[in-house]
């Protein structure tokens, strides 16, 4: 197999392979003859069948498996001689389509390689770790609002507006174009204004309403909605409101303990401090993993494959635009140009991506079936009533599997490295962890949205 480097610019590599017909004719021989050992043909013995009749016979259908073989073992003595590493699958393609049997079989490669990452002094990175307390005033605050939320509705004094937050009984008919739906009536039905339980624009209406109040309530329902002989038609219910009804807190008392399964008021802010030093936790840990993702960034400049920033860019705008028009559920859409900022996005998260990966494997870091099959229960338990069937789908689904195991894998590696950086511990409030937090979302947003 011949050879020649056809193109080398940054990261991309082009090859023309030359097969010479001598070594294709010499690869089929040989299959053949590891077939004729065991082949019985009519009046020869079993594995005498000659050769030149076997080739006449069946030549052409061990051609092209030949042709492939050979290729393929000459890509691999390529990598190895080379020590490229493919980003992506290598596009190989026979570039003398007019070939015919006996000729050389030529044929071209391109691929982007993956590119040598530098070494990193980890010991030299230096992270500032943000921890909260939780304190006795969160813990309180934490209960009363489970206190609000097992509220109590009494009816208002006589003749009392409506507020929101107020609950409102109501009995409603409705009707599109003059016409009762199915569906669009109830009796005596405890609707609490603000809850968003109805459709958009009913609720707001009813605010100011009085017991005995009959207002004509018109809504439009939305282009999405799950009934579609009723999406996007304007819409005018009849209401009577039987009584309206202000929100009482609950007592906080072990009884409240007890309408959330537990036995007492001391269990309850129990589990409300250990709840909350998990949320502290878990933005603990969102602060230092990104601050150090900064670091590594910083410390770090290798060329990126442009193959994977533009699919990781691609991605990352596909994602971002249905997050802006959620009516739009499939892909039947125009297709989505990548900007500026979700391609300069997307080469921080390839470059990244491939340094906690080549960290991952120099280091020998692997995620157990122990921590997969946690994971994939977790995972399984979204889905309640479908379990079986989540699980049937991840063991014929590789790819879905790869994404779970993904974000493991990198949170083993980002434990490493922290365990060899130098990270100082800060103590702050909920507040500013808090705020905190809110300024690392508002950066992702402003970065992967602008234009």
């Known amino acids: 197999m011949e050879v020649t480097e056809t193109l080398k610019e940054g990261l991309k590599r082009e090859y023309a392979f030359r097969l010479p017909a001598s070594e294709l004719d010499a690869k089929v021989n040989e299959k053949l003859e590891e077939a004729r050992k065991d082949f019985q043909m009519k009046g020869f013995r079993k594995g005498k069948a000659p050769l030149p009749l076997m080739k006449k016979?069946?030549?052409?259908?061990?051609?092209?498996?030949?042709?492939?073989?050979?290729?393929?073992?000459?890509?691999?003595?390529?990598?190895?001689?080379?020590?490229?590493?493919?980003?992506?699958?290598?596009?190989?393609r026979m570039t003398n389509e007019d070939w015919q049997e006996g000729q050389d079989v030529e044929v071209s490669v391109k691929y982007e390689r993956l590119p040598e990452i530098p070494e990193i002094d980890f010991s030299q990175i230096k992270i500032e770790k943000l921890v909260a307390e939780v304190a006795d005033e969160a813990v309180e605050e934490a209960l009363g609002n489970l206190a609000k939320s097992a509220s109590n509705y009494e009816d208002r004094e006589e003749g009392a507006a409506a507020e929101d937050g107020d609950q409102v009984v109501i009995d409603f008919v409705g009707s599109v174009d003059g016409e009762e739906f199915e569906g669009g009536k109830a009796e005596d039905y405890p609707l609490v204004l603000g809850s968003g339980s109805f459709i958009p624009g009913f609720e707001p209406q009813l605010v100011?309403?009085?017991?005995?109040?009959?207002?004509?309530?018109?809504?439009?329902?939305?282009?999405?909605?799950?009934?579609?002989?009723?999406?996007?038609?304007?819409a005018s219910f009849a209401v009577t409101v039987k009584a309206v009804k202000a929100p009482k807190p609950a007592e906080i008392d072990d009884e409240l303990a007890k309408r959330f399964g537990l036995e007492s008021l001391d269990e309850l802010k129990t589990n409300i401090r250990e709840r909350l030093a998990a949320e502290y936790g878990q933005a603990t840990r969102a602060i230092v993993k990104r601050r150090l993702m900064d670091a590594l960034d910083a410390a770090v400049a290798f060329e990126v494959p442009p193959g994977l920033v533009d699919a990781e860019a691609q991605?990352?705008?596909?994602?971002?635009?249905?997050?802006?028009?959620?009516?739009?559920?499939?892909?039947?859409?125009?297709?989505?140009?990548?900007?500026?900022?979700?391609?300069?996005?997307?080469?921080?998260?390839?470059?990244?991506?491939?340094l906690l990966a080549e960290i991952g494997n120099k280091k020998e870091i692997t995620v157990s079936e122990q921590e997969m099959q946690r994971a994939v229960f977790e995972q399984a338990r979204q889905y309640p009533g479908q379990?079986?069937?989540?699980?049937?789908?991840?063991?014929?689904?590789?790819?879905?599997?790869?994404?779970?195991?993904?974000?493991?894998?990198?949170?083993?590696?980002?434990?490493?490295?922290?365990?060899?950086?130098?990270?100082?511990?800060?103590?702050?409030?909920?507040?500013?962890l808090q705020a905190e937090i809110e300024k690392l979302e508002e950066q992702d947003g402003t970065s992967a949205a602008a234009e």
Request: aromatic fraction near 6%; hydrophobic fraction near 35%.
């Open 208 to 234: 100011g309403a009085k017991a005995g109040d009959t207002p004509e309530v018109k809504v439009t329902f939305p282009e999405q909605y799950g009934a579609p002989h009723l999406a996007g038609k304007e």
């Open 315 to 354: 991605q990352i705008a596909h994602q971002l635009w249905h997050e802006e028009n959620p009516e739009h559920r499939g892909h039947d859409h125009d297709p989505i140009e990548p900007t500026e900022a979700h391609r300069k996005l997307a080469e921080r998260r390839v470059r990244l991506g491939l």
């Open 387 to 432: 379990e079986r069937q989540f699980l049937e789908f991840l063991q014929k689904n590789p790819a879905a599997q790869s994404q779970i195991r993904a974000p493991i894998f990198e949170d083993k590696v980002v434990d490493y490295i922290l365990e060899l950086a130098s990270v100082t511990e800060k103590t702050v409030t909920k507040d500013e």
């Open 57 to 92: 016979m069946f030549g052409k259908s061990v051609l092209g498996e030949a042709m492939q073989e050979t290729i393929d073992e000459a890509m691999r003595s390529h990598f190895e001689e080379t020590g490229d590493r493919p980003a992506f699958q290598p596009e190989i």
